[in-house]
Nanobody, 125 residues
Framework: QVQLVQSGGGLVQAGGSLRLSCAAS????????MGWFRQSRGKEREFVAA????????YYADSVKGRFTISRDKAKNTVYLQMNSLKPEDTAVYYC??????????????????WGQGTQVTVSS
């Protein structure tokens, strides 16, 4: 049974940092495309970042490029999203996701196979 268990959300002031974790069981993060999405109130879930199964390529939404970093630890079977220089508009529920097939930079939300439970990130101004 596949599980993606997220941790690390919370409340932070604008300009601050948070790191989200996504611990996987039932799959190896080194064999899946791993991504992060977010959904703010009244909006659709949107792509934030993804890392290829090889770990050699990363992709980011324009809105977070230069501020967020996706990474993974194969030994811990965990994916991370380091978020720096946070802005109030980054406030959302963040989800990690795993896709068995496809190219990390081209996968649509619907093509991810497994999802984490979501974690709230709130950035105050």
């Amino acid at each position: 049974q596949v599980q993606l268990v997220q941790s690390g959300g919370g409340l932070v002031q604008a300009g601050g940092s948070l790191r989200l974790s996504c611990a996987a069981s039932g799959l190896k993060v080194s064999k899946y495309v791993m991504g992060w999405f977010r959904q703010s109130r009244g909006k659709e879930r949107e792509f934030v970042a993804a890392i290829s199964w090889s770990g050699g390529s990363t992709y980011y939404a324009d809105s977070v490029k230069g501020r967020f970093t996706i990474s993974r630890d194969k030994a811990k079977n965990t994916v991370y999203l380091q978020m720096n220089s946070l802005k109030p508009e980054d406030t959302a529920v963040y989800y990690c996701a795993a896709a068995q097939y496809g190219l990390a930079g081209k996968l649509r939300r619907q093509e991810y196979d497994y999802w984490g439970q979501g974690t709230q990130v709130t950035v105050s101004s």
